[in-house]
């Protein structure tokens, strides 16, 4: 059986008129490394916010363990944040920033040091610790948040954007780190993003939320090779949305009356409107994919590792990406294919959402 | 013609500094006279006796105890209370918030002699007797609104996340007011003192109006200016103003040392 280490139970926020968050349920597994991924304003931060203790939920319940924590203070759960603006404590140091949480819970001075020293070293911060945080950089504040927030080795850390005001370069530094001290420390860790290749990168599970509700749910491959809506079909990378309607176990109809192959159970629960999705890498120009669509090249980017191309057919728009430089050039007429095991379908109505 | 722009503005600058400075100036210069008659009014040979005696004129202790003994009490209770206040109103929205926001300026726009009367009249019919208490009651009373208008200012820019950071670090309310919260605002807290201290000590209108048989030190001087001006009173005040603009140098200076330390602490 595994260990839930945050249970959410049909919790809704509601903000004066605003729905933050609306009945969501979610558990959370212990020791893994989840991301909450969604765009602007679907209610991360605020799901963020009910956990740590800072919201309450106007309805559902949450668990810390088996402990319901709901109505408790911050001070009263197992849980730390790392701020998405750090709030470092200006008017101390390094080191007695990451010590605060230990002082408050007694811990004996020859203990404290080793702890604060320890923990710093984990950052890389080590020899910081008389700065104060004004004279660090960004990247280096974000590594004290970090390490204010792990050394009291809460059972769960709570990540709210905390990379997001960092350069790119840095970024990816850290969100190998983050993941490497995820790894070393091994506490369960979630990380608020609206940054899909960083939820990639980082997550064992994402939890893709849209308006306030949990979209979908999975491992970073399995959210890509089988988004359940188009939300996160479209969220998740770039994908081919070609509209139909289901006309057999394995066979979908497009509105040219062309008919396409999906794998087995693909459908399943699937009737009426759908659209088959399909992603740019997995379109082959040519080949001999069950699925066949032919068009003409409008656009073409070379941008390195891959070539890639706009193709139009009597479907839609079909993106193309291809490895290295393609020798296809626009105004070409050519016919592309691909397999339905590559394929994944999704319910229009749901994509009709606004 | 660049030469004449640049020039005029440090000469415009260095006159309307003379304007300032000029009454303080001679109030220090004229602690170091040596009047012919009873009015220290024109210039008559330098001396250090005024300063080796500076409490030589009767009644001028006393009445310079009374006020240092006022603007301590007054400045503290008004720190504390408007203190209090200001968070309050930053920090919650209750029922009449907005408009005790508007109302906290009301003592500072109120002409003196309005308040001073209505503070009389106000004592009178509740038959308090004029003297300390009602002078101190009405320096807290002004000194108040300068206090939660200051803190306030600081209370605005404070980023609640700090707080929120505290708590989620084990500090409860309290022991997050203590360490992060009061740390954070004291500069404010100490300019609002420092500012209530001044206000009181110098103030002439409200407290006339309250003091009944009290003399503070502007009341004495102001009786005393009848019958003579002698010099301690330039010596008193000159110390006065130091003590003020040390009081107000030193917090500048110590915030910034608070700013900057750190890079030298182990
Ligand atoms: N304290 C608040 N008062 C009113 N509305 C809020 C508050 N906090 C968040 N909201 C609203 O709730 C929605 C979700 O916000 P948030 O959780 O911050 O989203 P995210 O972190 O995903 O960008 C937004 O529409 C936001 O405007
Ligand atoms: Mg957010």
């Known amino acids: 059986m595994t260990v839930h ?101 007694g811990v004996k001075k020859q203990l404290l040091r080793g702890q604060v020293d320890e923990m710093l070293r984990i950052v890389g911060l080590e020899g910081y610790g008389g700065r104060r945080p004004k004279q660090l950089s960004g990247g280096q504040q974000q590594r004290v948040a970090l390490a204010r927030a792990l050394v009291n080795r809460p059972r769960v850390l709570l990540l709210d954007e905390p990379l997001g005001a960092l350069d790119l370069k840095l970024r990816k530094e850290m969100q190998l780190e983050l993941k490497r001290i995820q790894h070393e420390m091994g506490f369960t860790f979630i990380h608020v993003t609206h940054d899909q290749e960083e939820a990639m990168t980082m997550a064992d599970r994402i939890v893709v939320m849209n308006r306030g509700r949990i979209e979908q749910l999975g491992d970073p491959a399995e959210l890509y090779e089988r988004p359940r809506t188009a939300f996160v079909a479209s969220f998740l990378g770039v994908s081919n949305l070609l509209p139909g309607v289901v006309a057999g176990p394995e066979l979908v109809r497009l509105e040219s009356g062309q008919e396409l192959r999906v794998a087995a159970g693909v459908l399943n629960g699937h ?59 626009p105004g070409e007429q050519l016919q592309l294919s691909f397999d339905p095991e590559s394929a994944f379908v999704v319910s229009r109505s749901e994509e009709d959402r606004p | 013609m660049r030469w004449v722009r640049r020039h005029v503005l440090t000469a415009y600058a260095v006159l309307a500094l003379a304007y300032l400075f000029l009454p303080i100036a001679v109030v220090v210069a004229f602690s170091f006279n040596n009047p012919k008659g009873r ?73 003196e002699v309005v ?81 209530a201290f001044a206000l009181s000590i110098d103030d002439f209108v409200i407290t006339y109006f309250n003091a009944g048989a009290t003399t503070t030190f502007p009341l004495f001087v102001w009786g005393a200016a009848r019958v003579a001006t002698p010099p301690q009173i330039n010596v008193i005040g000159t110390a006065i103003f130091v003590v003020a603009v040390t009081g107000m140098l030193a917090n500048i200076l110590f915030q910034n040392y608070r700013a900057r330390k750190g890079a030298v602490l182990a």
């Not at chain 2, 250090?48 to 009374?66: D, S, Y």
């Not at chain 2, 000194?143 to 404070?158: D, E, K, P």
């Open chain 1, 5 to 105: 280490d945050v249970r959410l139970e049909n919790v809704t926020k509601q903000f004066a008129e605003v729905t933050a968050v609306d009945d969501m349920s979610l558990d959370v597994e212990s020791g893994k490394f989840y991301a909450f991924l969604g765009p602007s304003g679907c209610g991360k931060t605020t799901t963020l916010r009910m956990i740590g203790g800072f919201e309450e939920p106007t309805e559902g319940t949450i668990y810390l363990g088996d402990r319901t924590v709901t109505g408790l203070p911050p001070y009263k759960r197992d849980v730390n944040t790392v701020f998405q603006s750090y709030a470092l404590f200006p008017h101390l140091t390094v080191f007695e920033n990451v010590a605060f949480g230990l002082r408050r819970r």
């Open chain 1, 271 to 329: 009737t009426g409107a759908v659209s088959v999705g399909i992603r740019p890498e997995k379109v082959r120009i040519g080949g001999d994919g069950a699925n066949r669509l032919a068009g003409q090249i409008v656009e073409r980017a070379y941008v390195g590792v891959s070539t890639q191309y706009v193709v139009k057919t009597d479907v839609g728009q079909v993106s193309v990406y291809v490895q290295g430089a393609g020798a296809h050039v």
């Open chain 2, 39 to 111: 009015f220290n009014f024109t210039w008559s040979g330098f001396t250090w006796k005024n300063w080796e005696n500076p409490f030589a004129f009767p009644g001028i202790g006393p009445a310079l105890r009374v006020s240092i003994e006022l603007a301590l009490l007054s400045s503290l209770i008004a720190t504390v209370l408007g203190t209090l206040i200001a968070l309050a109103l930053v920090r919650y929205r209750f029922r009449g918030s907005a408009t005790t926001n508007m109302l906290i300026f009301i003592p500072m726009t109120t002409p």
């Open chain 2, 115 to 195: 308040m001073g009367a209505s503070l009389l009249t106000l004592f009178v019919n509740w038959r308090i007797a004029q003297g300390f208490g009602t002078i101190l009651i009405a320096h807290i009373l002004f000194n108040i609104s300068y206090v939660v208008v200051t803190v306030r200012a600081r209370l605005v820019g404070f980023d609640r996340h700090l707080e929120e950071a505290a708590m989620d670090l084990g500090a409860n309310e309290w022991v997050t007011f203590l360490r992060v919260t009061l740390p954070l605002i004291m500069p404010g807290i100490l300019a609002a003192g420092l500012l």
